[in-house]
């Protein structure tokens, strides 16, 4: 069975940082396609950062490049986004994501997690 469960979520001022994790089970990292999204309030999720099956490569959302790192463990079979410089803007729940097909992160990946709530504030 297939699951995902974010942690490290919480409230932290802007400029701050905090780092995500996702601990998977029932399938190993490196034959999947894995991201982290985000839906903030009143918003449509987005994603933030993929790394791809097929040449491991990392991406970012514009946004979030030079302030947000991906990283995997796959001894531990979990996955980081670590966010430094944090903003009010980047508020929102925070989700990780599997596919097995596809070579790239997309809207609708095969398998979510719950999320985690992230609060940039004063």
């Known amino acids: 069975q297939v699951q995902l469960v974010e942690s490290g979520g919480g409230l932290v001022r802007p400029g701050g940082s905090l780092r995500l994790s996702c601990v998977v089970s029932g399938f190993t990292l490196d034959y999947y396609t894995i991201g982290w999204f985000r839906q903030a309030p009143g918003k449509e999720r987005e994603g933030v950062s993929c790394i791809s099956r097929s040449d491991f490569s990392t991406d970012y959302a514009d946004s979030q490049k030079g302030r947000f790192t991906m990283s995997t463990d796959n001894i531990k079979n979990t996955m980081y986004l670590q966010m430094n410089s944090l903003k009010p803007e980047d508020t929102a729940i925070y989700y990780c994501?599997?596919?097995?097909?596809?070579?790239?992160?997309?809207?609708?990946?095969?398998?979510w997690g719950k999320g985690t709530l992230v609060t940039v504030s004063e």
């Open positions: 994501a599997a596919d097995l097909a596809a070579r790239t992160c997309h809207a609708n990946m095969d398998f």
